[in-house]
């Protein structure tokens, strides 16, 4: 358990923890003048990016860079649908639930190594392995036999169906000649990792950069940018800064931020729709929660979510009620919490707690009183966090936001937590809310919407998915794992001679998937 908590940590930190970090090669130094000048010329683009403890796509899945260095044997094309990648195409025996890909016979590693079928058994079984820890295990969970049929054809057959497998197999590959046997949790090679992706690492220099050289021998032909350096910068305001200086030439900023640029004909702002969501994650290992779970949905009607997308994403997102609102699952005829002071307190009172002479509700001599905890460097949480803690306080909650630069995911209270996928509506469902799952934080149990996960997932009936979604959504709006705030549409601001973005493509969790096109991006 303890792996897995800190797998969790660093899952959070690559997707918004910006650690301590200056400019490129060292403050006001004269690489920094040459590399404005690279910047100019064309060659290279700097990415104002989060920071990386390792980069390893079995493991954890947030991070940014994955796209870059890594590719799997299907891809998502600019409308989030699956298309071909490793694999050519494949094939699938409906009576046997049995997968068949055909692999590409043009690509290498980057150290010049063929890719074959092993490498994709290899990393697929790797996530597979309890003793991996991975977060993404159940996504792999009805995998019953692979079978490598040659060095260009591997099967999967799986014990039920499960729609989005191909989804699934996205996932970026590893090189079974240099992990074989090897610890997926700690070794070097997740330092220096070797891919088969359009780029490939040149050199890391740690809390500082991530540079990046082109693969001129990558399948889909070498991309026109010659070098990303992933700059690590500490916080969002650090990145506006640094954009408005040059020292970087793209990055993810705050909605306030954003609208330093958008006048400024220098840049290019692309205000982007995400699946990308925001709450309270409560902690039911806590004995907090296993006491007072019934306060819940006081709790979530006391939250007022359209002044927290007014004033903190300036209009740049909408009201969160559940997990699938991108989707095309999504159910409106749920219990949406609206904001309802006066029910949040008539709840509250049904279930016999007590307001005391301090304006907060107490039962049994316990006080309603908790912390969110917020992970550094995330200015966005950090603002949801505090308004929140204000509304509830209103109602005679006494909710505390603490920002940390690490969580203790099994003592915790609570946390302002991430997620959302605009991928199959099994992906950051059946995960984060299914018992016992790998992206399951909480601890949340519900046989209900275990039920309905699984039906969902195993079935190709538009209709019968469709209604299957639905069931959990109410079952999970009835039995609240979290408190919805809101989706975060995202703002990049980027040089105006960077040309490529696909402006339209729905992103995902802390608004990855940029990068999804990169080979194809131009520098004018």
């Known amino acids: 358990m303890k792996r897995r908590k800190l797998s969790q940590v660093i899952a959070v930190t690559l997707a918004v923890c910006m650690l301590a970090g200056c400019v490129l090669t060292g403050c006001g130094s004269k690489s920094d003048n040459a590399n404005k000048e690279t910047t100019q010329s064309g060659s290279t683009l700097i990415y104002g990016s989060n920071d990386y403890t390792r980069i390893n796509p079995a493991i954890d899945e947030h991070g940014e860079i994955n796209l870059l260095l ?14 071909p990648g490793l694999a050519e195409y494949w094939e699938l025996d409906d009576a046997t639930n049995t997968y068949t890909f055909h692999l590409r016979d043009d690509v290498n590693w980057h150290d010049g190594e063929k890719f074959t079928a092993d490498d994709v058994e290899f990393t697929i079984k790797a996530i597979m392995d309890p003793d991996n820890e991975s977060e993404i295990a159940s996504n792999y969970e009805d995998v019953t036999a692979i079978n490598v049929i040659d060095d260009k054809t591997i099967s999967f057959t799986l014990r039920d169906k499960n729609v989005a497998f191909l ?14 046997s090897k610890d997926m949790q700690t070794d070097e090679y997740f330092h220096n990792p070797i891919g088969t992706g359009p780029y490939k690492i040149q050199e ?27 700059k690590i910068v500490p916080d969002d305001n650090a990145k506006a800064l640094q954009l408005k200086s040059g020292e970087i030439n793209l990055a993810k900023v705050t909605p306030k931020d954003a609208q330093n640029f958008t006048d400024d004909d220098t840049f290019t702002v692309y205000d982007m729709k995400t699946a990308d969501y925001r709450g309270i994650l ?32 300036l209009g740049e997102g909408i009201v969160a009620y559940g997990p699938l609102q991108r989707n095309k699952y999504n159910n ?10 006066a029910k949040a307190k008539e709840v509250l009172e049904a279930a016999g707690w007590t307001l005391g ?16 905890n917020v992970m550094e460097g995330d200015q966005v949480r950090a603002d949801l966090a505090a308004i929140a803690c204000q509304q509830l306080k209103e109602v005679g909650v006494d909710a505390k936001a603490q920002v940390q630069s690490e969580i203790d995911w099994a003592n915790q209270e609570a946390f302002l937590i991430g997620w959302g996928s605009p991928f199959d509506a099994d992906d ?86 940029i990068f999804w096109n990169v080979e194809d991006w131009t520098i004018e």
């Open 70 to 83: 890594f590719d799997g044997l299907t891809a998502h094309d600019e409308n989030n649908e699956v298309v």
């Open 282 to 313: 409560y902690n039911f290992n806590n004995e907090f929660w296993q006491r007072n779970k019934d306060a819940i949905p006081a709790i979530s009607y006391a939250i007022d979510r359209q002044k927290m997308v007014d004033s903190v994403l």
């Open 428 to 513: 950051h469902t059946y995960k984060v809310f299914g018992t016992d799952k790998g992206s399951n934080y909480s601890g949340y149990s519900n046989e209900q919407v275990d039920t309905y996960l699984t039906q969902a997932r195993q079935t190709s009936d538009e209709n019968e998915r469709k209604e299957a979604y639905a069931k959990f959504q109410v079952a999970l709006a009835e039995d609240p794992a979290y408190t919805f705030f809101c989706y975060c549409d995202v703002d990049y601001v980027t040089n105006k001679k960077i040309q490529g973005i696909t402006k339209d493509t729905v992103l995902g969790h802390h608004g990855v998937g």
């Open 332 to 341: 409106e005829d749920v219990e949406k919490y609206s904001y309802d002071p």
């Open 167 to 180: 989804d699934y197999m996205t996932i970026g590959i590893l090189p079974k000649h240099l992990l074989e």
């Open 204 to 230: 890391w220099d740690e809390g500082q950069s991530i540079t990046l050289v082109k693969n001129e021998d990558y399948y889909k032909g070498a991309p026109k940018i010659d070098t990303i350096v992933f």
């Open 357 to 372: 002479d301090d304006g907060i509700y107490e039962r049994n001599g316990e006080k309603l009183s908790f912390t969110i």
